[in-house]
């Protein structure tokens, strides 16, 4: 509930192969007639896929005036240390020694943007221009540009952890602009994306999800019953 970025998922299921006790369609041994039924017994379900459910979550605002929210679509772009590309909607961002952007966990955020160090009153508007005050200027100069990046199938990203995400030929390849830009959500700064997890609809699910398991299990249990009560009355 508390992971900054995260989106909620849902999981869709099939049904396994089947056993053919009695095939559809298959003719009688002793009368040579075409069957109306067969019989055919389940071997149980599986999980096919696990769908991201991208809608938007909470904007909470922070005391960090780097803390990045984005409302609409789109991703930041992190360098891992292998210098791939990956993608987050946690904008929980810092500075580095050297003045670089970087994510909590010390990835650089691309492209890259270095704060000068004698920058005063650094804002980020919402086309995602850094705009920053330097010593001896009265008008705030612009020191670095947010990119977003949106995908045409964004169900296709790959999940690595961190709240972060890998491109694959499923998801197309980032379609990057500036933010406010077709397509792509504004910039906030000072807030942080929440979970757009529903607290309460996961509860409720889970209770109807114990009921309906708590229900088959007595109807179980009183068909035992009735099976033992007519056993001992032979």
Same mark, same amino acid.
């Given at each position: 509930?508390?992971?900054?970025?995260?989106?909620?998922?849902?999981?869709?299921?099939?049904?396994?192969?089947?056993?053919?006790?009695?095939?559809?369609?298959?003719?009688?041994?002793?009368?040579?007639?075409?069957?109306?039924?067969?019989?055919?017994?389940?071997?149980?379900?599986?999980?096919?896929?696990?769908?991201?459910?991208?809608?938007?979550?909470?904007?909470?605002?922070?005391?960090?005036?780097?803390?990045?929210?984005?409302?609409?679509?789109?991703? %930041?772009? &992190?360098?891992?240390?292998?210098?791939?590309? !990956?993608?987050? /909607? $946690?904008? *929980?961002?810092?500075?580095?020694? =050297?003045?670089?952007?970087?994510?909590?966990?010390? %990835?650089? &955020?691309?492209?890259?943007?270095?704060?000068? !160090?004698?920058? /005063? $009153?650094? *804002?980020?508007?919402?086309?995602? =221009?850094?705009?920053?005050?330097?010593?001896?200027?009265?008008?705030?100069?612009?020191?670095?540009?947010?990119?977003?990046?949106?995908?045409?199938?964004?169900?296709?990203?790959?999940?690595?952890?961190?709240?972060?995400?890998?491109?694959?030929?499923?998801?197309?390849?980032?379609?990057?602009?500036?933010?406010?830009?077709?397509?792509?959500?504004?910039?906030?700064?000072?807030?942080?994306?929440?979970?757009?997890?529903?607290?309460?609809?996961?509860?409720?699910?889970?209770?109807?999800?114990?009921?309906?398991?708590?229900?088959?299990?007595?109807?179980?249990?009183?068909?035992?019953?009735?099976?033992?009560?007519?056993?001992?009355?032979?």
């Amino acid at each position: 509930m508390n992971t900054t970025g995260y989106k909620r998922r849902r999981a869709e299921f099939q049904d396994l192969l089947y056993q053919n006790q009695r095939r559809v369609g298959s003719q009688s041994s002793e009368t040579g007639s075409i069957l109306p039924s067969g019989a055919q017994v389940g071997l149980g379900v599986k999980t096919a896929a696990i769908y991201r459910i991208g809608e938007q979550g909470s904007l909470s605002q922070t005391e960090n005036r780097f803390d990045l929210a984005i409302r609409g679509n789109g991703f %930041f772009q &992190v360098q891992l240390p292998s210098g791939e590309t !990956a993608y987050t /909607r $946690d904008g *929980t961002f810092g500075l580095s020694a =050297e003045g670089q952007l970087v994510t909590a966990e010390g %990835f650089l &955020v691309l492209p890259g943007i270095t704060i000068p !160090a004698a920058a /005063r $009153d650094v *804002t980020i508007n919402v086309a995602g =221009e850094v705009l920053a005050k330097l010593d001896g200027q009265v008008a705030p100069q612009n020191v670095g540009q947010i990119q977003t990046a949106i995908f045409a199938n964004e169900g296709g990203l790959e999940a690595i952890g961190d709240n972060m995400l890998l491109a694959t030929p499923a998801s197309g390849q980032a379609q990057l602009d500036a933010p406010g830009q077709p397509g792509h959500g504004q910039v906030l700064q000072g807030f942080i994306e929440t979970s757009n997890v529903n607290v309460v609809q996961e509860i409720t699910n889970l209770i109807t999800a114990q009921r309906a398991y708590e229900m088959n299990s007595k109807v179980i249990t009183a068909s035992d019953e009735m099976l033992s009560t007519l056993s001992r009355m032979r």
